[in-house]
């Protein structure tokens, strides 16, 4: 039976990290997949910012840089805005799990595919014994003294923990299409409960002449590839031609709300099992990634110390918090006002996004990891914006910088 510091469950850029900053800190640490193959099936579109490769270290895995985006409204109503510099990269998304696997090999992690985790039993002595299962469904057993669950929305470490789910998880599907018309280094954002109700829609170029083409949705029941299908046929009448065949698809979930704990005795979650995600675009990999070197840093001190109980863990949620739990707040409460929205209001945000002075505002705020800075910004220089929600709005705006107003929406408009 194998015995290890530290088990991380999933090999995605989160567990990569956190196995990577362990090993470098002379921790032994097995990393266990599982699927096959690291970095596939891909998991979501690969839009990053400069922070993802600062912490990568690399860029190796960049295809395309991105200056400017374009919002349409559910009328095909838009605003383009466009930077001198990059304000975002598209990435070979499975790439940057492999080059993240690869660094945490090199660091000392030993990285194992087509292993899952099943349960853990209770600690004997100093450790958890963790039950596996391996190639062809054999039972496995390592003994660890931490578990780090990086293992995605559908965590099984966190349900084996006991920590709370996310209270909402939206459905995505996305396409990969080999050639497609529009601006190499613009995104697209599609907005509107027809296409997209809850999120949004979108076109990524991926650096080659192709795109990426996808929708995240409320789970009403409908499918997200509905959803996806409605977008493409609005798609290819905008450009005038049809797209097509897709080369691949991705079909995922993207948990939306925060845990009240990361933590328990012997267990810290990092990335989408602990819902470190962005409300207002879905995306994780910059976030899960910070969150994961802070688990590692408390990590080490825990296991240097021989505390791995909840009390010396919670140093984690502490930590991770202070550096992103504001943004959270304001970005999950700004989603509640966002999803309130009818299809008629949705049309006027964008029509009153198209002053000059707004589209400056924007390149000079915007920032896909802290997107509520813009936001503010907005809401102050545009009374159009405020007219909108003027009560909702005002007191965010009007509110302390540390901490957003709680509010209990009534049932969303449809």
């Keep these: 039976m194998d015995e290890v510091d530290v088990l991380v469950v999933g090999a995605g850029p989160a567990g990569s990290t956190a196995a990577a900053r362990l090993a470098k800190a002379g921790h032994s640490v097995q990393v266990v997949e599982e699927h096959p193959k690291v970095g596939y099936p891909v998991q979501c579109a690969g839009l990053v910012s400069q922070r993802v490769l ?38 070979d998304r499975a790439g940057l799990d492999i080059y993240l696997a690869d660094r945490a090999r090199g660091a000392g992690a030993e990285v194992r595919t087509s292993t899952r985790f099943d349960a853990v039993e209770e600690e004997s ?14 039972l496995e057993e390592v003994r660890a003294r931490l578990v780090i669950g990086a293992d995605g929305v559908a965590s099984a470490v966190a349900r084996a923990f006991r920590l709370r789910r996310p209270v909402e998880v939206l459905p995505a599907f996305e ?34 002449g192709g795109a990426r083409i996808g929708v995240a949705a409320d789970a009403d029941g409908t499918p997200a590839r509905r959803y996806f299908d409605h977008l493409l046929v609005s798609l290819e009448r905008r450009f005038g031609r049809r797209l097509g065949p897709p080369t691949s698809y991705v079909v995922s979930g993207i948990p939306i709300g925060t845990l ?8 810290l979650l990092v990335g989408d099992a602990a819902a470190q995600v962005k409300p207002l675009s879905g995306g994780g990999i910059f976030t899960g990634m910070r969150c994961a070197e802070i688990a590692a840093d408390v990590a080490t001190q825990a296991l240097s110390k021989g505390d791995l109980s909840e009390r010396a863990l919670a140093e984690y949620d502490r930590r991770w918090r202070a550096e ?38 924007i390149v000079a705020f915007g920032d896909i990891d802290f997107p509520t800075h813009v936001v503010r910004e907005l809401l102050k220089e545009s009374p159009g914006l405020v007219r909108l929600l003027p009560k909702a709005v005002g007191a965010w705006v009007s509110s302390s910088p540390y901490r957003a107003p709680e509010l209990d929406f009534a049932s969303r408009r449809k």
Aim: proline share 7%; hydrophobic share 40%; glycine share 10%.
């Design 260 to 267: 009240p704990r990361t933590h328990a005795r012997r267990a």
């Design 324 to 361: 992103l739990g504001e943004e959270f707040r304001r970005a999950l409460y700004l989603r509640r006002l966002f999803t309130r929205l009818s299809d008629d209001e949705l049309d006027r945000v964008v029509h009153s996004l198209k002053g000059a002075h707004l589209a400056a505002t």
């Design 54 to 91: 600062d912490l990568a270290g690399s860029d190796s895995m960049v295809r395309a840089s991105v200056r400017g985006a374009s919002v349409f409204g559910p009328s095909l109503e838009s605003i383009t805005f466009r930077a001198e510099t990059p304000k975002a990269f598209v990435i």
């Design 175 to 208: 396409a990969e299409f080999p050639e497609s018309p529009g601006d190499p280094d613009t995104v697209e954002v599609y907005l509107g409960r027809k296409l997209a109700p809850g999120l949004f829609g979108w076109w990524i170029p991926d650096g080659s």
């Design 125 to 138: 002595g100093d450790r958890l014994t963790v039950h596996l299962r391996g190639p062809e469904g054999a």
